[in-house]
């Protein structure tokens, strides 16, 4: 049962341009979702993260974006930029308990110069 | 600050033989977790740790793997005997649970990449 979907495994944009990565979930449970980059080779590392009870939170270039009715959320990375090439994966969580975090399959994200 | 560090980076066996992995996470993380990630797959969590006790290991296949806490610090994981499907990367990671606040951001080692042959 895969609780976190990415139902993109790939996306090309050109430098300069908005990239979109997407992901749904169906755990009503989860009450905070992450995002996390992955370059070969190397660990996933943390990227942004939103509570749910927020509907955006911005870092710098990355926005996540929380549907909760349509239990989807979204990265918005603008402008996109050679080095952000790499797999994106969503994951998520409920606070109550122990904290067990759970990913998508991940979504390579390619920047073309 | 040091992040979290785990060994060996790559380990290539036969089929059957055993395996383990070590790991040291970020000093005073209390919760450890294994992932297993198959390539083209996201993570999936082993097994997970809050300081020397098991929190959550439904999806650990416990007919051959294995793991422990030692004093809630470091963590080893086993697999004995190895089938070809455990060909994985083993990620672990920490974090730093808060109660009553959520965080849950994970740190990631690197990896250990075992290929069973």
């Known amino acids: 049962d895969q609780q976190v979907k990415q139902n993109s495994p790939s996306l090309s944009v050109q430098e300069g341009r908005i990239s979109i990565l997407n992901c749904d979930y169906t755990?009503?449970?989860?009450?905070?979702f992450l995002w996390y980059k992955k370059y070969p080779a190397e660990g996933p590392t943390f990227l942004i993260s939103i509570s749910s009870i927020k509907d955006k939170n911005e870092d710098g270039r990355f926005t996540v974006f929380l549907n909760k009715s349509a239990k989807h959320l979204s990265l918005h990375i603008v402008p996109s930029q050679p080095g952000d090439s790499a797999v994106y994966f969503c994951?998520?969580?409920?606070?109550?308990?122990?904290?067990?975090?759970?990913f998508g399959t991940g979504t390579k994200l390619q920047v073309i110069p | 600050e040091a992040g979290v560090a785990q060994s060996p980076r790559y380990k290539i066996i036969e089929k059957r033989q055993s395996v383990a992995f070590w790991c040291n996470p970020i000093s005073g993380h209390a919760t450890l977790y294994w992932y297993q990630q198959i390539l083209g797959q996201g993570p999936k969590l082993l097994i997970q740790?809050?300081?020397?006790?098991?929190?959550?290991d439904s999806q650990l296949p416990k007919d051959r793997f294995s793991a422990e806490r030692l004093k809630g610090v470091d963590s080893t994981l086993k697999i004995q005997p190895a089938k070809l499907e455990d060909s994985a990367v083993y990620l672990c990671?920490?974090?730093?649970?808060?109660?009553?606040?959520?965080?849950?951001?994970?740190?990631f080692g690197e990896g250990s990449r075992l290929t069973v042959l």
């Open positions: 990671a920490s974090s730093l649970l808060s109660s009553g606040r959520v965080t849950g951001e994970l740190f």
């Open positions: 994951a998520a969580g409920n606070s109550g308990g122990y904290q067990k975090v759970t």
């Open positions: 755990n009503s449970m989860f009450d905070y």
């Open positions: 740790f809050q300081n020397n006790g098991v929190v959550d």
